[in-house]
């Protein structure tokens, strides 16, 4: 039950934040990427505090001997930039840009009912299922990360 509650927590924390920001707003991170154009540089700054929380915590989870919900810190064997990340990056890229939602935001936006939101949503768990689908046709998997005794740094 403490995950279940930690993970809501986390959540909300995540959407309150968004909200606050304005980061809920498609057209604000739309202006972001308009560098030509009606360039707003606000989402920069929800970046930056997002990289300095985490950079200044991280150092201080790991010390840890293992997280608090699971029994080891999971540790990655593919670190190399391949054709599918690069795909799916630029993918996502495209999406965000087109959309002006990423997918985080896209979920708290769907307390709005707003159409748009709706269909970026929709669209959003439809290309995940197309790419699972496609995934299993090529007998292809993603690796699952390893559990190590001690953290990876």
Request: glycine letters at 12%; hydrophobic letters at 50%; a positive charge.
């Amino acid at each position: 039950m403490r995950p279940l509650i930690s993970a809501f927590l986390s959540g909300l924390i995540f959407a309150i934040g968004l909200g606050i920001s304005g980061m809920t707003d498609p057209a604000n991170v739309t202006n972001f990427l308009d560098f030509a154009g009606s360039w707003d540089y606000r989402l920069a700054f929800v970046m930056v505090g997002g990289i300095a929380v985490h950079a200044a915590l991280r150092p201080l989870i790991l010390k840890r001997k293992r997280p608090f919900y699971a029994t080891s810190f999971p540790s990655f064997s593919i670190t190399q930039v391949d054709r599918k990340l690069l795909v799916g990056a630029g993918l996502f890229g495209v999406g965000w840009g087109l959309g002006g939602f990423c997918p985080g935001p896209a979920l708290t936006s769907l307390a709005t009912g707003a159409p748009a939101v709706l269909i970026f949503v929709a669209s959003m768990f439809a290309g995940m299922y197309l790419a699972q689908v496609l995934q299993n046709r090529s007998g292809a998997s993603a690796p699952a990360p390893r559990l190590n005794a001690t953290p990876s740094r």
